[in-house]
């Protein structure tokens, strides 16, 4: 059987098919985090490390790929295509208002870990679900109006860039995790992205063993708390 041909990284155009898995699943984990933190009992101080610390993952997961958004798509775009620039403006400032509720999600999470109190408890869960609300017109905005003109104005190679941005963000001993959850989104989509990989399968296991605190997660006594800490410089000068 002949090999499909392959678009060089060099010519013009890309499948950004990627991006919509990415934003599924963020969306999939932001919409299940409130129900989790809701149901963790007042006093559940280990429950709620484990929880805490899940839904910390996820929201630096989804400053992390903003983050690369600024930093290797918007000035290129609008250089590429200058009337996208109303677009592009506009996907800036949803960015800025994402990042300013994840900052009060930061915020509330490790009074919560550290107490379970029901007044945490309510300030994490209501965070969270203001986070969603803004990300989800940013990612309607973002695949209805831009992603059209990325797929005709930059490389493979170009658009590969910002995923390699993306892994190097995630910790290694979560690298198999999250793989996991973007390879159960890419399957439930039917979009044909599961990589061809021995791996895929066991990765998307993993993910769905040991990656969610609403199956499967028990009880850690002895987790590490979180503690509050300074914001990363990126996202200082994202919100500047």
Do not use: N, Y
Not at 15 to 23: A, K, Q, Y
Not at 120 to 127: D, L, Q, T
Not at 149 to 177: C, M, N, Y
Not at 192 to 217: M, Y
């Amino acid at each position: 059987m002949t090999a499909p041909l392959r678009r060089p990284d060099t010519a013009t155009g890309c499948d950004t098919r990627e991006m919509v898995v990415v934003h599924r699943f963020l969306r999939h984990l932001l919409a299940g985090a409130p129900g989790l933190v809701r149901a963790v009992r007042v006093g559940d101080t280990a429950r709620a490390g484990v929880v805490a610390e899940h839904v910390a993952e996820v929201a630096s997961s989804l400053h992390h790929h903003h983050h690369g958004e600024d930093v290797l798509l918007w000035d290129r775009l609008e250089s590429r295509a200058p009337a996208c620039a109303l677009h592009v403006g506009r996907m800036r400032a949803q960015h800025a208002a994402v990042a300013v509720r994840i900052a009060v999600l930061e915020d509330a999470l490790p009074a919560w870990a550290a107490t379970a109190g029901e007044a945490e408890r309510k300030a994490v869960a209501g965070a969270i679900e203001s986070v969603d609300a803004t990300l989800a017109e940013h990612l309607g905005d973002e695949e209805g109006t831009i992603l059209p003109v990325v797929a005709t104005t930059f490389t493979q190679a170009e658009w590969d860039s910002l995923g390699e941005h993306a892994r190097r963000g995630i910790p290694k001993s979560r690298l198999l995790i999250q793989l996991g959850w973007m390879l159960e989104h890419a399957a439930r989509g039917g979009r044909g992205l599961s990589p061809p990989l021995p791996a895929a399968t066991g990765a998307r296991r993993l993910a769905v063993r040991g990656a969610s605190p609403v199956r499967h997660l028990p009880p850690a006594a002895g987790r590490p708390r979180l503690t509050a800490r300074p914001r990363p410089r990126a996202r200082r000068r994202l919100l500047a």
